[in-house]
């Protein structure tokens, strides 16, 4: 059970924890991003890639492939999802960039993430809304839940008494 006195409590603890976790993140992500491509250039050992965005959440993950893509020479498998080998008819050419951005000490996955990269958010889908739909139904028949249990439950989310009743008007009129 939720308990909100004990959730204040601890809450800007965690906050506190939070932030620093995502400050070591970025800081060392700041660090290794450079390295990593030094040490691709001069070893020409792509594990070194692989094995860092093997280890990174989503977001992070993203962001490294996209900006190894750009800057290492090496070709990505999407189907394996990690880099495979060198661009041999890009190679010198993407090195020769990439030393080139490595002279500017500020440089670094950060850095040309905030100038390159947009996110653009998902487009609501209302088919996702059906298919979420089914599955909860579903779900709940497994669990001995209602149909009735599910829709209360959905339009405690915050629906309106006038949505409730313009859908069950539209539902009336399709019979």
Same mark, same amino acid.
């Given at each position: 059970?939720?308990?909100?006195?004990?959730?204040?409590?601890?809450?800007?603890?965690?906050?506190?924890?939070?932030?620093?976790?995502?400050?070591?993140?970025? =800081?060392?992500?700041?660090?290794?991003?450079?390295?990593?491509?030094?040490?691709?250039?001069? +070893?020409? =050992?792509?594990?070194?890639?692989?094995?860092?965005?093997?280890?990174? +959440?989503?977001?992070?993950?993203? +962001?490294?492939? %996209? @900006?190894?893509?750009?800057?290492? #020479?090496?070709?990505?498998? =999407?189907?394996?999802?990690?880099?495979?080998?060198?661009?041999?008819?890009?190679?010198?050419?993407?090195?020769?960039?990439?030393?080139?951005?490595?002279?500017?000490?500020?440089?670094? %996955?950060? +850095?040309?993430?905030?100038?390159?990269?947009?996110?653009?958010?998902?487009?609501?889908?209302?088919?996702?809304?059906?298919?979420?739909?089914?599955?909860?139904?579903?779900?709940?028949?497994?669990? #001995?839940?209602?149909?009735?249990?599910?829709?209360?439950? @959905? @339009?405690?989310?915050?629906?309106?008494?006038?949505?409730?009743?313009?859908? %069950?008007?539209? %539902?009336?009129?399709?019979?």
């Amino acid at each position: 059970m939720f308990n909100a006195d004990e959730f204040k409590g601890g809450f800007d603890k965690t906050i506190k924890a939070l932030a620093k976790a995502e400050s070591l993140t970025k =800081d060392t992500l700041r660090d290794l991003s450079r390295s990593l491509l030094f040490a691709t250039q001069q +070893t020409e =050992d792509i594990g070194y890639i692989n094995k860092t965005i093997g280890v990174l +959440t989503p977001m992070n993950r993203k +962001t490294a492939i %996209m @900006f190894f893509k750009e800057f290492s #020479g090496l070709n990505f498998d =999407d189907d394996a999802g990690s880099f495979s080998k060198k661009n041999k008819k890009k190679y010198e050419e993407i090195a020769a960039l990439a030393t080139a951005q490595l002279d500017d000490p500020h440089f670094n %996955m950060w +850095t040309w993430a905030e100038k390159n990269l947009t996110i653009e958010p998902k487009a609501f889908e209302l088919a996702k809304v059906t298919q979420f739909a089914k599955s909860a139904l579903k779900k709940a028949k497994d669990a #001995g839940l209602s149909e009735t249990d599910v829709l209360k439950a @959905f @339009f405690g989310g915050g629906f309106t008494a006038e949505s409730i009743v313009a859908i %069950m008007e539209q %539902m009336a009129e399709q019979k």
